[in-house]
Every structure is written in C-alpha cells, then in structure tokens.
C-alpha cells in the first residue's frame, strides 16, 4: 500500500519566517495530495490540495509543489503568523474516493 | 461543520470491556471512515465504508470492527478493548451525494478513548 513520510516531525520559525514542510510518497499512481491542518484540541481540516497534473497551487500564503518524478511535495507557508501555529499533515491518495494515507504530521510552531 | 458528530466525545472503560464509538452525518455523503491519532502515527485509517452495509479494512483494522447500516451512521466497535487501543478516534465523510467530487475529507470532532 501507499506509504507517506513527513518531515520535520517539529519546526520553529520566527514569525513573519516561511515555513516549508516535505513529504514523500511510494506509490506511483497516486495523484492527489491534499494538507490538512489541525490547531490544538480541534479537528483536521483542509488548507490546500494538489492533483499531479498540476506542478504548483497557490492561496495567499501557503503553496504546494509537487514533483511526480522524484515522488514528493511539499508545503510552503510564507510570511508566518502565530496563527499558523499547528500539526499539518500531508496525504496522498489515488483521487476519487480512494483511500487517504496520511503522513506522521509536522508540529509547526511560530514564535511571535 | 458538514454535519458530522461523533459520540461518545469522551470514554474511559478497562481492558476486556466492549466499546462502540458512533459517527453520525446529516449531509448525505457515501464515503465514512474511521481514523485513529496517535503521537508519531498521525491518522492511521482503521476501516472505511464506500456505501451502506459496504465496508473495507484499512492499515491498522485488527481489533475492530464496523457497520454501517443506514447512509447516516457509521459504527466503530472495540470487541474488547486493550490498552494499545487507548487514541483519539476521528470519523470522516466524504463524497456528499449529488455535489462535485473533490477529494476533500471532513472530519468529527474526535472521541477520545482511554482503555485502563
């Protein structure tokens, strides 16, 4: 099956910083990478997706670019605010209603 | 919210005991699923149903098992619970029926169980 993996586990940043969080994926025919953020004590919820017939998408102050030769994407977070301040995690699945296999989640925090 | 409750929020019971945790929708999506959340695991899917009375394990489904008996509901069951099952378990929906296909997952609140 799918396998994702996430780093770092935990970043720091000074606010007004960018951010910027890697995973990787295993399986080829995989091809949408959504991010989901979750704040402390709440429930995950989606900031950004990506399908691979796209290299980069963009909104406001997060992007994500994926690489479907090397087999990962990553999460760009500019200009940081302590808002930001959460776990994101990366997923991967083959689109549709496929199974989402999700990364081990990067605890980001922004220093104000 | 896309209409999504999980129950209980909160549980504590020892271990051998039987537990049910229940998913409830209001929005009519096809897809359920049931996660688990652990420190260094992230989301680790435990089953997922694609349909009424139509469910699939997913990469960590021993010790559990599901129903799904009406479009509304989706049910988690600990046969008998271990200490190893002790996480916060998350219900997502997808797929609302009649509305474009995006992918995106909508999770519960969370319920969070601890096995003594």
């Known amino acids: 099956g799918e396998n994702v993996e996430q780093h770092p586990s935990t970043l720091s940043v000074q606010e007004g910083d960018s951010a910027v969080i890697k995973c990787t994926y295993s399986?080829?025919?995989?091809?949408?990478f959504p991010w989901y953020k979750q704040e402390l004590g709440k429930r995950p919820q989606l900031i950004i997706d990506?399908?691979?017939?796209?290299g980069e998408k963009k909104d406001q102050r997060i992007a994500v670019t994926l690489n479907k030769t090397a087999k990962h994407f990553s999460l760009h977070i500019t200009e940081t605010q302590p808002e930001d301040s959460a776990v994101y995690f990366c997923a991967a699945s083959k689109g549709g209603y496929q199974k989402v296999t999700f990364g081990t989640g990067t605890k980001l925090q922004v220093i104000p | 919210d896309a209409g999504i409750t999980q129950s209980p929020r909160h549980k504590v019971t020892e271990t051998g005991t039987p537990v049910t945790l229940r998913c409830h929708q209001t929005e009519n999506h096809r897809y359920m699923y049931w996660y688990r959340q652990d420190p260094g695991h992230g989301l680790r899917l435990i089953h997922y149903?694609?349909?009424?009375?139509?469910?699939d394990k997913g990469e960590v489904s021993d010790g559990y098992s599901v129903s799904r008996s009406k479009t509304e509901d989706f049910l988690l069951t600990l046969e008998s619970a271990t200490s190893s099952q002790t996480s916060v378990y998350f219900c997502?929906?997808?797929?609302?029926?009649?509305?474009?296909?995006?992918?995106?997952?909508?999770f519960g609140e969370g319920s969070r169980l601890t096995v003594l």
């Open positions: 990506i399908r691979s017939n796209v």
């Open positions: 997502a929906i997808s797929g609302r029926q009649g509305a474009e296909n995006t992918g995106e997952l909508f």
């Open positions: 399986d080829s025919a995989s091809n949408y």
């Open positions: 149903s694609y349909g009424v009375k139509d469910t």
